[in-house]
T-cell receptor, first 110, second 116 residues
Framework: KQEVTQIPAALSVPEGENLVLNCSFT??????LQWFRQDPGKGLTSLLL?????REQTSGRLNASLDKSSGRSTLYIAASQPGDSATYLC?????????FGKGTRLSVIA | DTGVSQDPRHKITKRGQNVTFRCDPI?????LYWYRQTLGQGPEFLTY????????KSRLLSDRFSAERPKGSFSTLEIQRTEQGDSAMYLC??????????????FGSGTQLSVL
């Protein structure tokens, strides 16, 4: 059974700082890993999808990496802004539909 | 492409009542998923459809829950005899699956259910 863990559960940083969010998964037989953003009381917005054959994906200030052998993914956010404040969720899919972690709640302080 | 639409956005009901939620996926997306999310947790998978066929149901989906996707378009999720433990955000997502590795899910804004 796939299990996804995210560390830390919460993070507070000053504006402009670069930061890394961590995600680990127990079953390395994944098809892809996805990172989502969720604002309070809202649905999920897809940020990046890394296919199992890929090592990383980039979109603007976001960079996500994937290491299947170690069961880890990281989301790197450069030059953080107050608008980046949200909960970030990672999710892995393989033989089962997307399995989510509990998320990292990010606060970027101006 | 108007995105995934869910209705209603909020639902307050009394314990024991039946409720029904609707999800309209992105047009021509062949897969539709239902997830449930409680405060401080990640979304948990409930069930999914490929076109009109319900392909998988989670053990979380008790007999009080039923989902349909007639004609492979919109979907409904019904909860009968609601319990306070059913209070959660119910999220719908759709995808146009063209390969196992690049299936990207698009989520709606969710229906927040409160059972009093």
């Amino acid at each position: 059974k796939q299990e996804v863990t995210q560390i830390p559960a919460a993070l507070s940083v000053p504006e402009g700082e670069n930061l890394v969010l961590n995600c680990s998964f127990t079953d390395s037989a994944i098809y892809n890993l996805q990172w989502f953003r969720q604002d309070p009381g809202k649905g999920l917005t897809s940020l990046l999808l890394i296919q199992s054959s890929q090592r990383e994906q980039t979109s603007g200030r976001l960079n996500a990496s994937l290491d299947k052998s170690s069961g880890r993914s990281t989301l790197y956010i450069a030059a953080s802004q107050p608008g980046d404040s949200a909960t970030y969720l990672c999710a892995a899919t393989g033989n089962t539909p997307l399995v989510f972690g509990k998320g990292t709640r990010l606060s970027v302080i101006a | 492409d108007t995105g995934v639409s869910q209705d209603p956005r909020h639902k307050i009901t009394k314990r024991g009542q039946n409720v029904t939620f609707r999800c309209d996926p992105i047009s021509e997306h062949n897969r539709l998923y239902w997830y449930r999310q409680t405060l401080g947790q990640g979304p948990e998978f409930l069930t999914y459809f490929q076109n009109e066929a319900q392909l998988e149901k989670s053990r979380l989906l008790s007999d009080r829950f039923s989902a349909e996707r007639p004609k492979g378009s919109f979907s409904t999720l019904e909860i009968q005899r609601t319990e306070q433990g059913d209070s959660a955000m119910y999220l719908c997502a759709s995808s146009s699956r063209q390969g196992a590795t690049n299936e990207k899910l698009f989520f709606g804004s969710g229906t927040q259910l409160s059972v009093l």
